[in-house]
């Protein structure tokens, strides 16, 4: 079934979703790397959370003229309208008054949500049975989609990546540096206004798939899993846009399998189960990549102090000490060195020599800096600073087993 | 005012106020110390928490669900820390990934597992069954003397008092410190206070005014009642103790208003059913924030800039 799922084999209006979800994963990860740089990740969820009110004022409006309450272009619609009217009243309350954003978005999207209740109460006494799929834009449910819908998500999806594409430039510069895209003509306050616009755009769409509670997370969790990998801001945007697009598709894939598995929740742990992933085994930040740099240094760490003892002729007592000095043949099991390690515990007892001459002298002020007691001294001077260094201490005396 | 409204609206009424008065009181700390967004974190977290008890125990008690809350409460706190250190990433995107990504986790729970004999379902969660609190054995205002019918009470009704109580207590005995240390952490470091400390009591105490509330009223009024009635209290005055005043009158108005409004208001305007009561003391609570935003005497920022 899975298979099935996945090779787009269940069917068009399956197929339809899992490539409207795709797109809309993929232009999700890219505007959520922009809110995300500009610090503003969560004003996403006020927007998404506003959308319920319009979402039921459509639906009963539709449903009073006589159409479809059902209309998925008509909700859509509606829900565009009450998400700006939300992203209005939170830039009212946080540039107006004192209070902060934070509070702003949470009043926001508690007030809208709660009225949205209160209508969707109101459409359940309404006209029963009609109302019947508005519960499914709260989680996301495609589920015995329609044809009509199924198309409308994957047009939008297309679209809304379009847009995300055209406006790429911009949001990266006003993201990164304000002040230079205000000197070449760009307005950060128009830029930032449609960064939230592409963010409702992706609300908007992700209504029927992902649900409006959950859509935050496709917002939200690409860009911080992308940061994992990578340095390069646009590095960022391409890999979020992925890990949106892969989580969208494989998402709907697996909903699409078996009955009893919410499109919304399914994407958003796809999503995390890639976010984890990368948490263990990026190259560079992951818990993977420290620990094994963690292991590396702890390793030359105890190599150098073992080295230091067997030239000071001392005991190595400690038991990971004994095993790497062994492991690296420098001596035996028990501790007694070899003639290898005779050779590198003499040299690394004269580097410590010399490192305590390089302090001493001004003129090696910067190369004293350096020593942090690990670091090669043949990588920090020359070959002739350090014969130099070296005629101050005399001559090297061999060390006697 | 009679039988009828001592059996069905009575104990509504009245949990709703004690929910509103114990969120919106560590309410005020929270915005003050910008940390509004943790009673929406809390809320979401709790969700799967919640499921897996029930899953283990069977039942929808009081203790399993509280351990349960507190138990994925913890285990948010420790992965929104593990995941700002580990990737070296902002809190409140941090934020974003646990709590999407358990609320997620809950949901499906939910979904896969036959929960249809009890009251949880994934609406019940998010809207609250305030409206289903009443009490079956009271036969009028003479029942609140009555011993056989109070045994009959709501149980929500004496576990959200006992918190409401348990939070003005926590304000009463750190009032000074959380002051102190709200508006000037460096200065209470200074003192000697333990400022870390008294943060995560506060974030402790908000956790729990949330999960008592969560299950008598769901998570968006919980949301609402810890932002909007501090919120507008803070544009109305410039002294703590003010504002903590005025919230807490914030706070009872949009609990009465609002139930008052869903139960009755319907009826006036010539409909048959009452709408939820949750999402309505939450949309009255809106509207006295945005009264306050055009009409507060305090709503002026002075001194910060806008991006502070």
């Avoid at chain 1, 009212?92 to 209070?99: A, D, G, M, N, P």
Wanted: glycine content about 10%.
């Amino acid at each position: 079934m899975l298979v099935d799922a996945l090779t787009l084999q269940l069917g068009y209006n399956a197929t339809l979703v899992a490539i409207g979800a795709a797109l809309l994963g993929i232009s999700a990860g890219v505007t959520g790397t922009f809110l995300f740089l500009r610090k503003r990740a969560l004003v996403s969820d006020a927007i998404s959370h506003a959308t319920l009110p319009g979402v039921c004022l459509a639906f009963i409006l539709m449903a009073t003229l006589g159409g479809d309450g059902r209309n998925l272009a008509g909700l859509m619609l509606g829900s565009a309208v009450s998400a700006w009217l939300g992203l209005v009243c939170v830039q009212v309350i946080s540039h107006k008054t004192r209070l902060a954003e934070d509070a702003a978005i949470g009043a926001v999207l508690s007030v809208f949500f709660g009225f949205g209740v209160v209508l969707l109460t109101v459409i359940q006494t309404m006209s029963s049975g009609r109302q019947a799929g508005l519960d499914g834009l709260l989680l996301g449910s495609t589920a015995g989609m329609l044809y009509a819908d199924a198309l409308i998500i994957a047009a939008g999806g297309a679209i809304t990546l379009a847009l995300v594409l055209l406006l790429r430039r911009p949001m990266t510069l006003v993201a990164f540096d304000p002040q230079y895209a205000t000197s070449i003509g760009i307005d950060p306050r128009r830029v930032d206004m449609m960064t939230m616009g592409l963010v409702m755009a992706v609300t908007v769409v992700g209504l029927k798939i992902v649900g409006l509670i959950l859509i935050v997370a496709l917002l939200i969790i690409p860009p911080v899993t992308a940061r994992f990998w990578t340095e390069k801001s646009a590095n960022v945007v391409l890999i979020a846009g992925a890990i949106g697009g892969v989580s969208g598709y494989v998402g709907a894939a697996i909903s699409a399998s078996a009955p009893a598995l919410p499109t919304g929740p399914i994407i958003v742990l796809t999503c995390f189960a890639l976010f984890v992933l990368s948490l263990f085994l990026a190259p560079e930040r992951g818990v993977l990549a420290a620990f094994l740099r963690h292991r590396r240094f702890q390793k030359r760490v105890h190599l150098r102090q073992g080295l230091l003892a067997l030239a000071q002729q001392q005991p190595v007592y400690e038991p990971l000490t004994r095993r790497l000095l062994a492991r690296e043949g420098l001596a035996r099991p028990d501790g007694v060195p070899t003639e290898a390690g005779k050779a590198r515990a003499a040299k690394a007892l004269r580097d410590e020599r010399r490192w305590q001459v390089v302090h001493r002298l001004p003129e090696y002020e910067g190369a004293a800096s350096l020593y942090d007691g690990l670091r090669d001294i043949e990588t920090v001077l020359t070959s002739d600073q350090i014969s130099e260094i070296d005629a101050t201490i005399g001559g090297p005396k061999g060390v006697t087993a | 005012m009679g039988a009828e409204f001592v059996i069905l609206s009575l104990t509504p009424i009245l949990i709703g106020i004690f929910t509103a008065i114990a969120c919106a009181l560590p309410g005020n700390f929270l915005v003050l110390r910008k940390q509004a967004l943790i009673g929406d974190a809390i809320s979401h977290v709790v969700l799967p928490g919640i499921v897996v008890a029930f899953l283990v125990t069977g039942t929808v008690g009081t203790w399993p669900m509280m351990i349960g809350a507190a138990a994925a409460s913890i285990l948010a706190v420790i992965l929104i820390e593990a995941i700002r250190r580990l990737g070296r990433i902002e809190t409140g995107a941090a934020m974003g990934v646990v709590f999407t990504s358990m609320f997620a986790g809950g949901v499906l729970l939910l979904e896969r597992s036959d929960t249809s004999t009890v009251h949880l379902d994934v609406e019940h969660a998010l809207m609250g069954n305030l409206e289903s609190l009443i009490w079956l054995d009271a036969t009028g205002w003479e029942s609140l003397v009555d011993p056989v019918a109070l045994a009959g009470l709501p149980p929500e009704l004496l576990r959200i008092f006992l918190t409401m109580l348990g939070v003005i207590g926590f304000l009463w005995v750190f009032w000074r410190p959380l002051k102190i240390s709200t508006f000037d952490e460096g200065f209470a470091r200074v003192i000697g206070m333990r400022t870390g400390a008294l943060g995560m009591a506060l974030v402790i105490v908000s956790a729990i005014a949330a999960v008592a509330a969560f299950d008598a009223v769901g998570s968006i009024i919980v949301i609402a009642m810890f932002i909007c009635p501090p919120a507008a209290a803070r544009l109305m005055t410039n002294r703590l103790e003010h504002q903590v005043a005025w919230s807490v009158v914030f706070a009872v108005i949009s609990a009465i208003l609002g139930y008052v409004l869903a139960g009755y208001g319907p009826l006036w305007l010539g409909g048959t059913d009452a709408v939820s009561a949750a999402g309505m003391i939450a949309t009255v609570s809106g509207l006295i924030l945005a009264l306050a935003v055009a009409f507060g005497p305090c709503r002026e920022r002075t001194g910060a800039s806008a991006e502070g």
